[in-house]
């Protein structure tokens, strides 16, 4: 369906399959239950599986792709207020609003339920054509760090946290991934987007964060809050990257993780980095 378009905002109607679902585990190597398995996650408090946050940042992707042609992304805040299901109605919705210090293109993307409350909300910047050569710093400024003060440690951990409670500041994990030119044609289908053969989509970076705190670091249980990304270099189409996440806070009281989160290129050049808070109960 192409999207309807004003000048104030863009918006375009989407259903999410669990073939999607599982297509986009496929893909990522995000195979955290609470997505692909039916019987697990009814036995969760969302009832049943729900959308991987990096699939719906790729569905925006896809409209930004196509009403802004050839601009990439300069920086990207996503939060996840509520789970979106297997076949309910979305809305993608893409808002402008004003950089402050007037280089790029800022929008605000928001997933919206049939209900009015937000599946993902969060804002990113696009690099205008003319500023794509400039060094990452003097382009938009990084995207707004997520953690939040040091507080004193609750006495009483929330139940659940047999696993949690092994978890240590400094914990880490890391894999390394290269996309084929399949993966990012299966990418483009699932984001319904067009195809830049010499570039690495950007969504398919945090996708590799996806599937470390939900393979492994906290692990199966995961559920994504929020991810601020910093895009400072292109990642070529066929590279080699290199993905790690961090444990830089726990918070067991609430059972939340803040992990740092980083990926580099073959050769070592710094992609994207920022922060992550993940809810985690086993």
Known sequence: ??????????????????????????LSG???????????????????????GMLLFSRLRGLIARQYPGLPLASQTLMFPAPCYADE??????????????????????????DGSLGLRGSCVLRRTADTGRPPHADAGPAQPL????ATPAP???????????LRHGDSAALERRYTPTDHALWAALADSPVVPAELPEPLIPAMFSCLLGEELPGHGTNY????????APAQAGETLHASVTVSRLRADKALVNLHTRCTGADGRLLCHGEALVLFRQ
Do not use: W
Request: proline share 13%; charged share 15%; net charge negative.
């Open 156 to 166: 009483c951990p929330a139940p659940g946290l047999d696993r949690y409670l092994a």
């Open 1 to 26: 369906m192409p999207p309807i378009t004003d000048p104030a905002a863009m918006t375009q109607a989407c259903v999410l399959t669990q073939q999607d679902f599982d297509r986009f585990a496929d």
């Open 147 to 150: 953690a939040t003060p040091p």
């Open 89 to 114: 109605p979305l809305t993608l919705a893409l808002t402008p609003e004003s950089t402050p210090n007037g280089q790029g293109i800022a929008l605000r993307t928001e997933v919206i339920k049939a």
């Open 225 to 232: 809050l929020k991810q601020s990304l910093n895009f400072l």
């Open 30 to 52: 995000d195979h955290n239950p609470i997505h692909v398995d039916p019987a697990f996650a009814a036995g969760t408090p969302f009832g049943a599986t729900v959308s991987h």
